[in-house]
């Protein structure tokens, strides 16, 4: 019985060694693993552009939750204009698990780091609106870019003014010296929208003959106090200015506002690009000529449905798949909206 | 040496080896794996924007317990579904917004309600959930107090609220009528009453002075009245509850004169801080008062003040 | 008694157990050794891990000390550029302010988020991007734009603040960093002072500190040269009063490292002044310390334990059955020993010692028993010769004899003879016993043999004729009792068998040297060389009615009483009569050399 009393207490030793540990396992069960992840990266939240076009992703991963019975969960983060912020945000969404990233890039030139922190994790990104370098577009299978494109805005941009000028000169040339003095607010240097929406609208408006006289230009931002403070100036130095030419609707706002703080000031004409809410508006009351509307819901759910393409959840619908150009970027249908 | 003493030898050294592997390798007990928590703050749809520093408050808590944070926002699905859903779908914890009809029963994961009233928490700590409270009759206390300074006791004081459902609205409409029984008017409802009101206002040209009880309502005011500089001149005092970024720039730049408020960033820090330390089941209360603020111009001069206002990325 | 196993009741510290003072001995030292390399491994080990990572962490301030001051100073070297190479001499109406402001800008968008020229009175002469000074600021009364234009020659570096301003989005805000100079400016030809404003961005001047990781769970910090914080990775709980740090105490510490008690804990600071701004970068490093609440670390010290008395036992397992058990096994064969068992089986075992303790109590055994044996025998030899002496001492047979010999006498009415008779017997028995002695004069001795011949000679009627001759100084030596009469009583009844009369027996002691001879010398029938032999090896009586005490008794008496050296030789050849000769040492008798003790 001695030969058996000690075998019997070791082997409850080591049972009680093996129970004790199971027990002080973690008690926190882990998610269930059907819920996505989605990662939504704005460059800044206070882009009006850029809002609205969050909110309609927004609304748009609602209807695909309730069409495909997958719960999705949206995380939005602000980089407020700091690529490093940006870089360490993508970091943490890869960290999480994320299934997928929604990536509105800060500087296009530097989109490198985070797609190396993606690709290793295997996550796809769908940039959207700031287009990365094409070498860095094509670093990966899972690289997708979706925009609103600048050429065909620019171009459209120059339609909603020969239009008009084409319906009566006077209406943009104010004083009607057979010159139409334009003020050029640009977006960000650099920024393929800028560019590009200027190259184009230039164009358009010189190859159709409209006699356009550029009085000043200045980068603006995209951003609307910029926009104003720019105005303000212009109005001081130039007293003939016909039009404002704006890569975008903030913007134009922005020297719309300037305008009215400057109080006698009538009939200059804006134009501006993106078709945000303020600027429909603005339409409406007859403050802004026109804009470039790009149809956000298609925006987002271009968006929306590419990304969960690329994570196997879902097929592209045949609207969507039409459009992708090598199978890596989608052009947004832009409209011009005019009163 | 006998069988018997073999045995024992065999298994102390079977015990050994137990040990060594325990403690020094991860093959049996891992060290705490960082384990991903998921927790959802749910808010109302509107609500998003105003909440900027309570989600900032959140956000930097969960980098520091390496947890996910899932924003949900209501559209027209009921608070208490939308919880149930996230119990459904795995989350660990939740942070909500107090609302009058708020039902938590057979609490899941532990639940912190941010902007209960003080004193509406059972004294029974098994009662299913945290809570951070705000005083609302103190916030509203020291608001008609900076408002009766610049009283000059004719004028009307219009009250606007966007519905009766909000916490601590019915206190603050309370303590309101015990302070002026004539002169006060109630207007609930959104931009469209709002509007009608102040256009009523500015026909009567009457001047008035007005309280905003939350922040859906003071923006919807702050946009009526922005427009036009009539709205503004008929209104002699603004005084609101609740503060986002905007309102504070409005504050700065004359359009509101009074703001009560707490710490938002602090109480989204302290909800994620109650949740962790319930789910790892360390020492930690149930149970926060927010201390009020009340914020004017001179304030924002305050270093302290902006600080907790304006939190740093 | 069995100490087999280790008893407490047994404990006692004069007594221990070989195996028990082994293993108290061995355990206390193994512990107090571990214990104490343990404990000064540990602190050599803090020690040093704290030197190390102060070390590193020195360094790492230096480097982030060095990035800061990088940053201040290229911020500075915009200004100066901005300054001296676009605002100085150039008149503000044209556009070459604006050209020059946006080049740097551009350049540094990164860092600075926007540039200001202010004029004298307050208004915004150049911004870059263009920007409106906010309608309801009195810029005349800020500070930066006072004390720059107090102090011209300085460049003011303001602590973090709210971009205010300027008109921008309302629903925003950032954080930035003012640096501000006085500037001269040309309006016109007109020389006027005015303010050059570079608001830093703050994220990014916070870039610096992002993924500094002072070992241990340290961190570093940034304070303004009154303490008051510029970055602190906690900030925000900070300013919400859910942390706290003792910044101001930091920052008036000097530069280098200082070790302080803070929050109960101890912390290494390290303060580094950063130069001209006079800001101060702390680093907080906790001091190195186990995680002694892991689970994995309690189950690692519950090893150690376990594998300590692993080793403690198997030690003194090996100990006992090398040392103590052999040991305890021979103590225990001893103690069977002494209490009287000679038959203990003795098996040598153990250590080398120990097997060589067992061996030489094994044969100490043997010899023990043997000479045990020895003395055994030789005690029943002794007691077999005194008792056969005692018997002599008392010789039945002669006295019936001699008896019937005086009743004879007396009945034949030769009363005269029978006196003799009797008076002889009675010195006779008087000298066999001798009160008990067994050495006596020669002169009794004599005495003793006369009177035995006296009365033969009577029995055997003159059968034959003795003479015994003495010198007179041999008289006081020692000698045998009943040695000369066994013999004489061979002689007779061996040699005087067959002699008709002419017999003669002669005794004669004499001293040579340091020895004395007794001679008894018969004329009889001798003895072939066989019969000497055989007198001299075995107890052969000279007659059953005699004495007893035959010639080799006699012999190994002498030997017994005197040394191996002395002893009787017989010489004797058939028909030619026999002669016994007795070698005693010449001793006085009552010097005590001889005599019985």
């Given at each position: 019985?001695?030969?058996?009393?000690?075998?019997?207490?070791?082997?409850?030793?080591?049972?009680?060694?093996?129970?004790?540990?199971?027990?002080?396992?973690?008690?926190?069960?882990?998610?269930?693993?059907?819920?996505?992840?989605?990662?939504?990266?704005?460059?800044?939240?206070?882009?009006?552009?850029?809002?609205?076009?969050?909110?309609?992703?927004?609304?748009?991963?609602?209807?695909?939750?309730?069409e495909?019975?997958?719960?999705?969960?949206?995380?939005v983060?602000?980089?407020?204009?700091?690529?490093?912020?940006?870089?360490?945000q993508?970091?943490?969404?890869v960290?999480?698990?994320?299934?997928v990233?929604?990536?509105?890039?800060v500087?296009?030139?530097?989109a490198?780091?985070?797609?190396?922190?993606?690709?290793?994790?295997?996550?796809?990104?769908v940039?959207?609106?700031?287009?990365?370098?094409?070498?860095?577009?094509?670093?990966?299978?899972?690289?997708?870019?979706?925009?609103?494109?600048?050429?065909?805005?620019?171009?459209?941009?120059?339609?909603?003014?020969?239009?008009?000028?084409?319906?009566?000169?006077?209406?943009?040339?104010?004083?009607?010296?057979?010159?139409?003095n334009?003020?050029?607010?640009?977006?960000?240097?650099?920024?393929?929208?800028?560019?590009?929406?200027?190259?184009w609208?230039?164009?358009?408006?010189?190859?159709?003959?409209?006699?356009?006289n550029?009085?000043?230009?200045?980068?603006?931002?995209?951003?609307?106090?910029?926009?104003?403070a720019?105005?303000?100036e212009w109005?001081?130095?130039?007293?003939?200015?016909?039009?404002?030419?704006?890569?975008?609707d903030?913007?134009?706002?922005?020297?719309?506002?300037?305008?009215?703080?400057?109080?006698n000031?009538?009939?200059?004409?804006i134009?501006?690009?993106?078709?945000?809410?303020?600027?429909?508006?603005?339409?409406n009351?007859?403050k802004l000529?026109?804009?470039?509307?790009?149809?956000?819901?298609?925006?987002a759910?271009?968006?929306v449905?590419?990304?969960?393409?690329?994570?196997?959840?879902?097929?592209?619908p045949?609207?969507?798949?039409?459009?992708?150009?090598?199978?890596?970027t989608?052009?947004?249908?832009?409209?011009?909206?005019?009163? | 040496?006998?069988?018997?003493?073999?045995?024992?030898?065999?298994?102390?050294?079977?015990?050994?080896?137990?040990?060594?592997?325990?403690?020094?390798?991860?093959?049996i007990?891992?060290e705490?794996?960082?384990?991903?928590?998921?927790v959802?703050?749910?808010?109302?749809s509107?609500?998003?924007?105003?909440?900027?520093?309570?989600?900032?408050?959140?956000?930097?808590?969960?980098?520091?317990?390496?947890?996910?944070?899932?924003?949900l926002?209501?559209?027209?699905?009921?608070?208490?579904?939308?919880?149930?859903?996230?119990?459904?779908?795995?989350?660990?914890?939740?942070?909500?917004?107090?609302?009058?009809?708020?039902?938590?029963n057979?609490?899941?994961?532990?639940?912190?309600?941010?902007?209960?009233?003080?004193?509406?928490?059972?004294?029974?700590?098994?009662?299913?959930?945290l809570?951070?409270?705000t005083?609302?009759?103190?916030?509203?206390?020291?608001?008609?107090?900076?408002?009766?300074?610049?009283?000059d006791?004719?004028?009307y004081?219009?009250?606007?609220l966007?519905?009766?459902?909000i916490?601590?609205i019915?206190?603050?409409?309370?303590?309101?009528?015990?302070?002026?029984?004539?002169?006060?008017?109630?207007?609930?409802?959104?931009?469209?009453?709002?509007?009608?009101?102040i256009?009523?206002l500015?026909?009567?040209?009457?001047?008035?002075?007005?309280f905003?009880?939350?922040k859906?309502?003071?923006?919807?005011?702050?946009?009526?009245?922005?427009?036009?500089?009539?709205?503004r001149?008929?209104?002699?005092g603004?005084?609101?509850?609740?503060?986002?970024?905007?309102?504070?720039?409005?504050?700065?730049?004359?359009?509101?004169?009074?703001?009560a408020?707490?710490?938002?960033?602090?109480?989204?820090?302290?909800?994620?801080?109650?949740?962790?330390?319930?789910?790892?089941k360390?020492?930690?209360?149930?149970?926060?008062?927010?201390?009020?603020?009340?914020v004017?111009?001179?304030?924002?001069?305050n270093?302290?003040?902006?600080?907790?206002?304006?939190?740093?990325? | 008694?069995?100490?087999?196993?280790?008893?407490?009741?047994?404990?006692?510290?004069?007594?221990?157990?070989?195996?028990?003072?082994?293993?108290i001995?061995?355990?206390?030292?193994?512990?107090?050794?571990?214990?104490?390399?343990s404990?000064?491994?540990?602190?050599?080990?803090?020690?040093?891990?704290?030197?190390t990572i102060?070390?590193?962490?020195?360094?790492i301030?230096?480097?982030?000390?060095?990035?800061?001051?990088?940053?201040?100073?290229?911020?500075?070297?915009i200004?100066?550029?901005i300054?001296?190479?676009?605002?100085?001499?150039?008149d503000?109406?044209?556009?070459?302010?604006?050209?020059?402001?946006?080049?740097?800008?551009?350049?540094?968008?990164?860092?600075i988020?926007?540039?200001?020229?202010?004029?004298?009175?307050?208004?915004?002469?150049?911004?870059?991007?263009?920007?409106?000074?906010?309608?309801?600021?009195?810029?005349?009364?800020?500070?930066?734009?006072?004390?720059?234009?107090?102090e011209?020659?300085y460049?003011?570096?303001?602590?973090?603040?709210?971009?205010?301003?300027?008109?921008?989005n309302?629903?925003?805000?950032?954080?930035?960093?003012?640096?501000a100079?006085?500037?001269?400016?040309?309006d016109?030809?007109?020389?006027?002072?005015?303010v050059?404003?570079?608001?830093?961005?703050?994220?990014?001047?916070?870039?610096?500190?992002?993924?500094?990781?002072?070992?241990?769970?340290?961190?570093?910090?940034?304070?303004?040269d009154?303490?008051?914080?510029?970055?602190?990775?906690?900030?925000?709980?900070?300013?919400s009063?859910?942390?706290?740090?003792?910044?101001?105490?930091?920052?008036?510490?000097?530069?280098?490292i200082?070790?302080?008690?803070?929050?109960?804990?101890?912390?290494?600071?390290?303060?580094r002044?950063?130069?001209?701004t006079?800001w101060?970068?702390?680093?907080?490093?906790?001091?190195?310390?186990?995680?002694?609440?892991?689970?994995?670390f309690?189950?690692f010290?519950v090893?150690v334990?376990?594998?300590?008395?692993?080793?403690?036992?198997m030690?003194?397992?090996?100990?006992s059955?090398?040392?103590?058990?052999?040991?305890?096994r021979?103590?225990?064969?001893?103690?069977?020993?002494?209490?009287?068992?000679?038959d203990?089986?003795?098996?040598?075992?153990?250590?080398?010692?120990?097997?060589?303790?067992?061996?030489?109590?094994?044969?100490?055994?043997?010899?023990?028993?043997?000479?045990?044996?020895?003395?055994?025998?030789?005690?029943?030899?002794?007691?077999?010769?005194?008792?056969?002496?005692?018997?002599?001492?008392?010789?039945?047979?002669?006295?019936?004899?001699?008896?019937?010999?005086?009743?004879?006498?007396?009945?034949?009415?030769?009363?005269?003879?029978?006196?003799?008779?009797?008076?002889?017997?009675?010195?006779?028995?008087?000298?066999?016993?001798?009160?008990?002695?067994?050495?006596?004069t020669?002169?009794?001795?004599i005495?003793?043999?006369?009177?035995?011949?006296?009365?033969?000679?009577m029995?055997?009627?003159?059968?034959?004729?003795?003479?015994?001759?003495?010198?007179?100084?041999v008289?006081?030596?020692?000698?045998?009792?009943?040695?000369?009469?066994?013999?004489?009583?061979?002689?007779?009844?061996?040699?005087m068998?067959?002699?008709d009369?002419?017999g003669?027996?002669?005794?004669?002691?004499?001293?040579?040297?340091?020895?004395?001879?007794?001679?008894i010398?018969d004329?009889?029938?001798?003895?072939?060389?066989?019969?000497?032999?055989?007198?001299?090896?075995?107890?052969?009586?000279?007659?059953?009615?005699?004495?007893?005490?035959?010639?080799?008794?006699?012999?190994?008496?002498?030997?017994?009483?005197?040394?191996?050296?002395?002893?009787?030789?017989?010489?004797?050849?058939?028909?030619?009569g026999?002669?016994?000769?007795?070698?005693?040492?010449?001793?006085?008798?009552?010097?005590g050399?001889?005599?019985?003790?």
């Open positions: 019985m001695k030969k058996h009393s000690f075998l019997i207490s070791m082997a409850i030793f080591v049972i009680i060694i093996i129970v004790s540990f199971i027990s002080m396992m973690s008690r926190v069960a882990p998610p269930k693993k059907n819920v996505i992840k989605i990662g939504l990266c704005l460059y800044r939240f206070d882009d009006t552009f850029i809002s609205n076009v969050r909110q309609e992703i927004e609304e748009y991963v609602k209807e695909y939750e309730k495909y019975g997958i719960k999705i969960n949206l995380e983060v602000d980089a407020r204009d700091n690529q490093n912020t940006q870089n360490h993508v970091e943490r969404f960290s999480l698990n994320y299934d990233l929604l990536i509105n890039v500087d296009r030139f530097a490198s780091n985070m797609i190396e922190t993606a690709v290793g994790a295997k996550i796809p990104i940039f959207f609106n700031r287009k990365p370098v094409d070498d860095d577009l094509n670093r990966a299978d899972n690289i997708y870019y979706i925009g609103a494109g600048p050429k065909s805005a620019g171009i459209e941009q120059a339609r909603i003014i020969i239009d008009a000028y084409n319906e009566n000169p006077h209406s943009i040339d104010i004083n009607n010296d057979g010159v139409i334009y003020l050029l607010l640009e977006g960000e240097p650099s920024h393929q929208d800028s560019l590009l929406r200027t190259e609208v230039i164009k358009t408006l010189q190859e159709n003959n409209i006699p356009i550029k009085l000043n230009g200045a980068i603006g931002n995209w951003e609307r106090a910029q926009g104003s720019l105005m303000e109005l001081n130095e130039y007293k003939d200015i016909d039009l404002v030419i704006s890569n975008n903030d913007m134009a706002l922005g020297a719309i506002d300037a305008i009215e703080r400057a109080n000031i009538t009939g200059i004409k134009v501006g690009i993106d078709g945000t809410k303020e600027a429909l508006e603005a339409i009351a007859g000529l026109g804009t470039i509307e790009s149809d956000k819901k298609e925006y759910k271009a968006v449905e590419i990304a969960m393409f690329a994570i196997g959840k879902s097929s592209l045949e609207d969507i798949k039409s459009k992708l150009l090598d199978n890596r989608y052009d947004v249908e832009q409209i011009p909206r005019k009163k | 040496m006998k069988t018997d003493k073999k045995y024992i030898w065999i298994l102390w050294f079977i015990s050994i080896v137990l040990l060594f592997i325990i403690s020094q390798t991860d093959l007990l891992k705490e794996v960082p384990h991903v928590y998921q959802s703050l749910i808010l109302d509107e609500d998003e924007s105003k909440y900027i520093n309570l989600k900032k408050g959140v956000d930097d808590a969960a980098k520091k317990y390496n947890i996910d944070i899932n924003l926002t209501l559209n027209n699905i009921t608070q208490n579904a939308v919880i149930y859903s996230a119990e459904e779908n795995g989350t660990n914890g939740i942070i909500v917004l107090a609302k009058n009809d708020l039902e938590i057979n609490k899941k994961v532990p639940i912190v309600v941010l902007k209960s009233k003080s004193g509406d928490i059972i004294d029974n700590p098994k009662s299913g959930y809570s951070i409270n005083d609302y009759t103190g916030m509203i206390t020291k608001l008609y107090n900076s408002f009766e300074e610049k009283f006791k004719n004028s004081i219009y009250v606007f966007n519905n009766r459902d916490s601590g019915e206190e603050e409409i309370d303590f309101l009528k015990s302070k002026q029984s004539s002169n006060i008017i109630f207007i609930e409802g959104d931009e469209k009453e709002f509007r009608t009101a256009e009523d500015v026909h009567s040209k009457n001047n008035a002075y007005v905003s009880l939350d859906t309502s003071t923006d919807n005011l702050c946009k009526i009245v922005g427009a036009s500089t009539v709205y001149e008929r209104i002699q603004f005084y609101c509850i609740g503060a986002t970024t905007f309102f504070l720039n409005k504050l700065n730049d004359g359009t509101i004169d009074a703001i408020t707490v710490n938002e960033y602090d109480e989204g820090y302290l909800a994620v801080e109650m949740l962790m330390a319930d789910l790892k360390t020492n930690y209360m149930s149970n926060i008062d927010m201390e009020n603020m009340l004017n111009k001179e304030s924002l001069e270093e302290e003040v902006v600080k907790q206002l304006f939190p740093i990325d | 008694m069995d100490r087999g196993k280790f008893s407490i009741k047994k404990l006692s510290i004069k007594n221990l157990s070989i195996q028990s003072s082994i293993f001995y061995f355990t206390v030292t193994a512990i107090i050794a571990i214990a104490l390399i404990l000064i491994m540990f602190q050599r080990f803090t020690n040093s891990l704290n030197a102060i070390e590193e962490n020195s360094g301030i230096g480097q982030v000390g060095e990035s800061i001051d990088s940053y201040l100073r290229n911020s500075m070297k200004s100066d550029s300054y001296y190479n676009v605002i100085k001499n150039t503000i109406s044209g556009n070459e302010i604006k050209k020059g402001m946006n080049l740097i800008y551009v350049n540094n968008d990164n860092m988020e926007d540039i200001a020229l202010i004029s004298g009175s307050g208004e915004l002469i150049e911004s870059m991007p263009a920007l409106r000074l906010k309608d309801n600021i009195n810029v005349l009364e800020k500070d930066f734009f006072k004390k720059s234009m107090a011209s020659e460049i003011y570096f303001s602590m973090p603040h709210i971009r205010n301003l300027f008109d921008q309302e629903s925003s805000y950032s954080w930035v960093m003012s640096l100079r006085a500037v001269e400016i040309t016109e030809g007109k020389a006027t002072q005015a050059l404003l570079i608001n830093l961005n703050y994220v990014f001047f916070e870039e610096l500190f992002s993924n500094v990781n002072l070992g241990n769970g340290g961190y570093i910090y940034l304070t303004n009154r303490g008051d914080i510029i970055w602190h990775p906690r900030q925000n709980e900070i300013y009063g859910r942390f706290d740090e003792n910044n101001k105490y930091a920052a008036g510490l000097k530069d280098g200082s070790v302080e008690n803070y929050g109960g804990k101890k912390v290494t600071l390290n303060v002044t950063i130069g001209y006079g101060k970068l702390v680093g907080v490093t906790p001091n190195a310390t186990l995680n002694i609440y892991g689970i994995k309690r189950f010290v090893f334990a376990d594998l300590f008395l692993f080793l403690l036992a030690i003194n397992a090996f100990i059955d090398k040392i103590s058990n052999p040991i305890k021979l103590d225990t064969s001893v103690r069977e020993i002494e209490s009287g068992n000679l203990v089986d003795i098996v040598p075992s153990g250590s080398y010692e120990v097997e060589h303790l067992g061996k030489s109590i094994k044969n100490m055994l043997g010899r023990i028993k043997l000479l045990m044996s020895d003395l055994v025998e030789e005690h029943n030899a002794k007691r077999k010769s005194e008792f056969d002496t005692l018997q002599s001492q008392i010789n039945p047979h002669f006295l019936y004899n001699t008896l019937d010999i005086i009743v004879w006498m007396i009945e034949n009415e030769e009363p005269d003879k029978a006196v003799s008779i009797v008076t002889a017997l009675a010195k006779f028995f008087r000298i066999s016993l001798s009160k008990g002695k067994n050495i006596i020669v002169k009794d001795e005495e003793h043999v006369r009177n035995y011949l006296m009365i033969q000679n029995r055997f009627k003159n059968r034959f004729e003795y003479s015994i001759e003495a010198d007179e100084e008289l006081l030596y020692s000698s045998l009792k009943l040695m000369l009469q066994p013999l004489v009583e061979n002689a007779i009844y061996h040699g068998e067959f002699m009369g002419d003669e027996i002669d005794v004669k002691v004499s001293k040579e040297g340091e020895s004395l001879y007794f001679t010398s004329n009889g029938l001798g003895m072939s060389k066989e019969m000497v032999d055989k007198l001299l090896s075995k107890d052969i009586m000279p007659s059953k009615k005699g004495s007893g005490i035959g010639v080799k008794n006699v012999n190994e008496r002498i030997k017994l009483y005197f040394g191996n050296e002395y002893g009787l030789r017989v010489e004797s050849e058939p028909d030619e026999t002669k016994i000769i007795i070698h005693l040492p010449a001793a006085i008798y009552g010097e050399k001889y005599e019985d003790r």
